[in-house]
């Protein structure tokens, strides 16, 4: 969907991005993350062309973006920033409808469609359509950024730090709402993020940067038992490495049936291994009772097999 | 300054009913001249109340003077400031009934030419009554449009009693300047508007591209700033020189107008002078647009010119319409100068009557530029309100 071909971008004679390949399959969530500084917010601005590229390539469907009619390319990409970016004159409505007015959709489609994104976002079109920006709260507003983006059904969304700026419930809040739009519509997404955490939640893939360069490129689960060198490491948090590892993993994949005296505490299948090893550590026990979403009890998970087996 | 929350008395109020005490005894409240040419014997306030008020306007006036000395020491109580208003614009129509009074009782049919003219007394009062109602409408704490609504019920009862003062000499100078007046309002609006609307077509696109431009910002602000201290008087003439020049070269715009006196280059130094007011709004109001707005919209799709007309235009009018308020006030006043080059308008009627020494055509000249530019003020004060609060 869209390749990255011996990519890179000078400021000066300091490259804000050096020779980047990577290759983004349709449907795929991939996190481009790094310290400040490593590009990968130039990266992601250079697939809309907001930035240009000074050597190499990218392609769009197999087509150098840069054959595209510019204001057609963007329209094709939906964009969400952390700042949102509302424009403060127009109701929720209207600023959802922007690219659709753009590509002179009819009203009636124009207005089935913002209902139907406010409805994706949780937001009750009735009571907040004809809203203005200022009368929303910051994370209301980041719907509203996340529904324009996606309004005209694009093919790729890019998505710059859009969590950012959030407290840390609203936050988790919109991360399920965009891990749940990803599932539903399979929409490309390329997003940057400092905080790994949110990475690791949602993203298919990630793309390490440092200083403009590509350092790793991987499943969460790859970068976390494998990570490429130090940077790697000294970046993913060398210190609780295994737990997050832990934390990629659900607990049912350790399942065992009951066998001997049932333990006593118990823990939802859906939980990850990570929050099954901090319950056994709350409760000083080895083994926690597993029970599935109607609480019926489904099996066992103990200690040993939660720390030795990690390679799923 | 104290603020008008925490005030006990109002010191202005206190000064405008002194001068108002002062100016009825020691300023003559009408002239009556043999001619217009003369500037003739002065008559107090106090003799014509003496002489032809009638026992029920002496207890006018002083009901009136006694409420502002009440409304000094409550300027919190709206009732009190309420009735100041409407005392006011009464005041304002009884100061012209009872000079047009005195006018009529000088026999109009024994003495032909005889001139009953304005004196300072009249208009100092006049004025006074005026700033008073502003000041009292002011405390009121209205809202933009029920406080204009206030404003033009104000001068209703001056209007109502206006064809009352036919005798008086500014009545005269009306009746026999009539059909000057009329034609003179539409040279002047026809010579501001030439010179506004231009300034706005140019001026606002011209600010959009300063914007992205500090090159041109810093070539072109100078030169608005400097054009703005030349006095109009020395525009007119480095205007005249090349206008003429260029008349003569290509005969084709001599003959659509265009020549070294006239309107050509009045319209073209007001336009001057409007530039810089519009063009400086201008930009302030797109530099208050948030940078992200612009970005999201570029990321969007929108193409420079969608951005400017859908995002950067409505976010920038309200700042922009201040300056083109600033701009049209400004021009209503500077075009009477214009008349100084040919170019007419009420400026024309102005200077009549400053060189034949008639006072009352000066004011027949002046008192329609400052009814203009009280309107334009008023129009564009309205048009700011309704696009501060967008439909909820």
Redesign the interface.
């Known amino acids: 969907m869209i390749k990255f071909e011996n990519a890179s971008k000078f400021y000066g004679d300091v490259a804000a991005i050096s020779q980047l390949d990577l290759d983004i399959q349709p449907g795929e969530l991939v996190a481009l993350i790094g310290p400040s500084g490593s590009g990968k917010s130039t990266a992601l601005k250079m697939v ?1 062309r ?1 930035v240009e590229l000074d050597h190499g390539r990218i392609l769009f469907k197999n087509q150098d973006i840069t054959r595209f009619n ?6 094709r990409m939906g ?1 969400a ?1 952390q ?7 127009r109701t929720v409505a209207h600023n959802i409808a ?2 659709p007015r ?1 590509l002179g959709w009819e009203a009636d489609r124009v207005r089935a469609r913002v209902t139907e994104l406010m409805n994706m976002l949780s937001m009750d079109p009735d009571h907040y359509a ?1 809203r ?1 920006p200022h009368q929303l709260s910051g994370g209301q507003q980041q719907r509203v ?1 996340v529904a ?1 983006a996606l309004a005209a059904d694009p093919d790729v969304l ?1 998505m710059d730090e859009p969590f950012g700026a959030l407290d840390p419930v609203t936050r988790a809040a919109l991360q399920r709402a965009l891990k749940a739009i990803h599932r539903a519509t399979g929409k490309t997404i390329l997003f940057v993020t400092h905080d790994l955490d949110e990475a690791l939640l949602l993203a298919s893939r990630i793309v390490l940067l440092n200083n403009g360069r590509l350092v790793q490129v991987g499943t969460p689960l790859e970068l976390l038992q494998q990570p490429a060198n130090d940077f790697v490491g000294d970046f993913l948090g060398r210190a609780d490495l295994g737990l997050k590892q832990l934390s990629l993993q659900p607990v049912a994949h350790y399942l065992k049936p009951l066998a001997g005296p049932a333990p006593a505490y118990l823990i939802p299948s859906t939980a990850t291994a990570r929050e099954a090893i901090s319950c056994m550590a709350e409760q000083h026990v080895s083994s926690l009772r597993v029970a599935d979403a109607n609480g019926n009890i489904i099996g066992q998970v103990s200690a040993p097999d939660l720390l030795a087996n990690n390679h799923v | 300054m104290a603020s008008p929350d925490t005030q006990r008395w109002n010191p202005v109020l206190a000064l405008y009913v002194a001068v108002a005490l002062v100016a009825s005894m020691g300023l003559p409240f009408v002239r009556v001249a043999p001619n217009r040419l003369l500037s003739g014997d002065p008559i107090f306030l106090g003799d014509v109340l003496q002489r032809q008020g009638s026992p029920l306007v002496v207890a006018l006036v002083l009901a009136v003077f006694t409420l502002l000395v009440l409304a000094i020491g409550q300027p919190q109580r709206r009732f009190t400031q309420a009735l100041v208003s409407v005392a006011m614009a009464a005041s304002l129509a009884g100061l012209w009934l009872l000079a047009s009074h005195v006018s009529s009782s000088v026999s109009p049919v024994d003495h032909p030419l005889q001139r009953t003219a304005l004196g300072a007394g009249f208009w100092t009062l006049a004025a006074l009554a005026w700033l008073t109602a502003l000041d009292a409408v002011a405390r009121l704490n209205l809202a933009t449009l029920p406080r204009l609504i206030v404003h033009i019920a104000g001068c209703l009862p001056l209007l109502l009693s206006l064809s009352e003062g036919q005798n008086l000499s500014l009545a005269k100078e009306y009746a026999n300047h009539s059909d000057v007046v009329g034609p003179a309002v539409v040279r002047h609006l026809q010579i501001v508007m030439l010179a506004v609307v231009p300034a706005v077509v140019i001026g606002v696109p011209l600010a959009w591209r300063m914007s992205r431009s500090a090159m041109l910002r810093q070539g072109l602000f100078p030169l608005l700033n400097l054009i703005q201290t030349i006095p109009a008087i020395a525009l007119f003439g480095l205007l005249m020189a090349p206008l003429a020049w260029l008349a003569v070269q290509l005969p084709m715009l001599g003959s659509a107008g265009i020549r070294g006196v006239g309107m050509a280059p009045a319209v073209l130094a007001l336009f001057l002078y409007s530039l810089l007011p519009i063009v400086r709004a201008a930009l302030a109001g797109l530099e208050q647009v948030p940078a992200e707005t612009i970005l999201a919209a570029r990321a969007m799709g929108m193409s420079p010119w969608q951005i400017f007309w859908q995002i950067e235009l409505p976010l920038e009018l309200p700042v922009l319409l201040i300056g083109v308020r600033t701009a049209l006030v400004q021009t209503i006043g500077l075009a009477a100068v214009c008349a100084l080059i040919g170019a007419g308008g009420l400026g024309q009627i102005m200077f009549d009557g400053l060189f034949s020494a008639a006072n009352e055509l000066v004011i027949l000249g002046v008192m329609p530029i400052v009814l203009l530019a009280m309107l334009a003020d008023s129009f564009f004060q309205i048009l700011e309100t309704m696009l501060k609060t967008p439909a909820p």
Do not use: A, E, K, W
């Open positions: 809309n907001m510019l204001q057609d390319l963007r329209r964009y920033i700042s949102v970016g509302l424009f403060p004159h922007t690219v753009l004809g203005y950024g324009r890019l």
